[in-house]
T-cell receptor
Framework: QKEVEQDPGPLSVPEGAIVSLNCTYS??????FMWYRQYSRKGPELLMY????GNKEDGRFTAQVDKSSKYISLFIRDSQPSDSATYLC???????????FGDGTTLTVKP | SQTIHQWPATLVQPVGSPLSLECTVE??????LYWYRQAAGRGLQLLFY??????ISSEVPQNLSASRPQDRQFILSSKKLLLSDSGFYLC?????????????FGEGSWLTVV
């Protein structure tokens, strides 16, 4: 069993829809939770970062962490065609260690 | 500001040939450096991790090796490529800080072994 499981997708939504991307994990020691966005044939870029449980909002993006359920989510409001990309969740135990990545969910937002 | 350069961007190599991918980071000192591989439609697999010059941790046994000859230089090598080595190779760096282990990726190198 993988340490991090990510909803595989692919996901296709109309422009303006609310998108929910999810990951579960098995290692209760994870404390740092990240979401990366990867456009086709490019390196991933950090989108959101959260420490421990709670919510964090940045514009149209909201990251949620529920450590009791070992479940994290990324919500995208008013989705745009430019949001079409692969989204990767990542987690680490410390702020000095390696991150474990999910396999990614590919999102397509149709105009 | 910090930047990461990775090259070559694309290469096609025959089975059994050697490989050298290079990565340099600018604008920071003593970064943690990483080599990841991403197979088509798959997640990121950590290959090597380095916390300093000459300090390399291998995560996956394979015919690849890594070296860190300078503080901000990381090299991925192979003496003889296999077909299974094809994929998207990403160099990345991070700096331990309170805001978390944020990893910054390069643009990647597409390797096709034929």
């Amino acid at each position: 069993q993988k340490e991090v499981e990510q909803d595989p997708g692919p996901l296709s939504v109309p422009e303006g829809a609310i998108v929910s991307l999810n990951c579960t994990y098995s290692n209760s020691a994870f404390q740092y939770f990240m979401w990366y966005r990867q456009y086709s044939r490019k390196g991933p870029e950090l989108l959101m970062y959260t420490y421990s449980s709670g919510n964090k909002e940045d514009g149209r993006f909201t990251a949620q962490v529920d450590k009791s359920s070992k479940y994290i989510s990324l919500f995208i409001r008013d989705s745009q065609p430019s949001d079409s990309a692969t989204y990767l969740c990542a987690m680490s135990i410390t702020n000095a260690g390696k991150s474990t990545f999910g396999d990614g969910t590919t999102l397509t937002v149709k105009p | 500001s910090q930047t990461i350069h990775q090259w070559p961007a694309t290469l096609v190599q025959p089975v059994g040939s050697p490989l050298s991918l290079e990565c340099t980071v600018e604008g920071t000192s003593n970064p943690n450096l990483y080599w990841y591989r991403q197979a088509a439609g798959r997640g990121l697999q950590l290959l090597f991790y380095s916390v300093g010059i000459g300090q390399i941790s291998s995560e996956v046994p394979q015919n690849l090796s890594a070296s860190r000859p300078q503080d901000r230089q990381f090299i991925l090598s192979s003496k003889k490529l296999l077909l299974s080595d094809s994929g998207f190779y990403l160099c990345a760096w991070s700096v331990s800080e309170f805001s978390g282990n944020t990893i910054y990726f390069g643009e990647g190198s597409w390797l096709t072994v034929v």
